[in-house]
């Protein structure tokens, strides 16, 4: 099995890989732990292309969380068995990336680099509310699900969400 979460900020895909990399007993890649070095400090995109194409070649079975068109993003469509896109509200986003700051504040969650305690400033608002909602953003969700129908769930909230995780149970 192998599985592919995207969707925008704050909608849960680390905590999806995560529930779905134990339910099924597989590797889980959250793709922001190759995405930062300690203090949010962008990694080398070749570097990161390289690292995601070892995961990819060394597992059979994987899930993969995150977006980052630039970075394999084919290959890892064109591999997964189903691709999850978490196409939830900018509001929902918001108030769950809060929530997750309120949790982690100060600390590092395992689905982030090392080095990068939960943040929760001005520019991740605006990025949840508006600049990671643009329009090529949502031409490349579209257009995956226009490739990958009979792969591709869209999931709008966390009711479908539950609905979904209990049908697998």
């Known amino acids: ?3 592919v979460i ?7 895909k680390s905590t999806l890989a995560e529930n779905l990399s134990r339910h099924y007993s597989i590797p889980k890649l959250h793709m922001d732990t190759l995405q ?6 962008d990694s080398d995109r070749d570097t990161m292309e390289g690292e995601m194409r070892q995961f ?17 993003y084919e290959e ?13 509200s900018r509001w929902n986003c918001l108030f769950r990336a809060w929530k997750r700051y309120c949790r982690y504040k100060g600390r590092v969650r395992e689905s982030m680099a090392a080095g990068c ?14 600049d990671g909602r643009t ?9 995956i699900h226009s ?18 995780l209990k049908n697998i149970q």
Request: charged share 25%; with cysteine.
């Open 1 to 3: 099995m192998k599985i």
């Open 6 to 12: 995207i969707g925008y900020s704050g909608s849960g």
């Open 36 to 41: 930062f070095q300690p203090g949010w400090i």
């Open 56 to 72: 990819l070649s060394d597992h059979k079975a994987w899930v993969i969380d995150g977006n980052y068109s630039w970075c394999c």
């Open 76 to 88: 890892r469509m064109e591999q997964a068995d189903q691709i999850i896109f978490l196409n939830f």
């Open 117 to 130: 305690p939960e943040r929760f400033d001005w520019e991740f608002i605006r990025w949840i509310l508006w």
């Open 135 to 143: 329009k090529s953003a949502r031409e490349r969700y579209q257009s």
């Open 147 to 164: 490739t990958y129908p009979e792969k591709f769930l869209s999931l709008k909230n966390q009711k479908e969400l539950d609905a979904f």
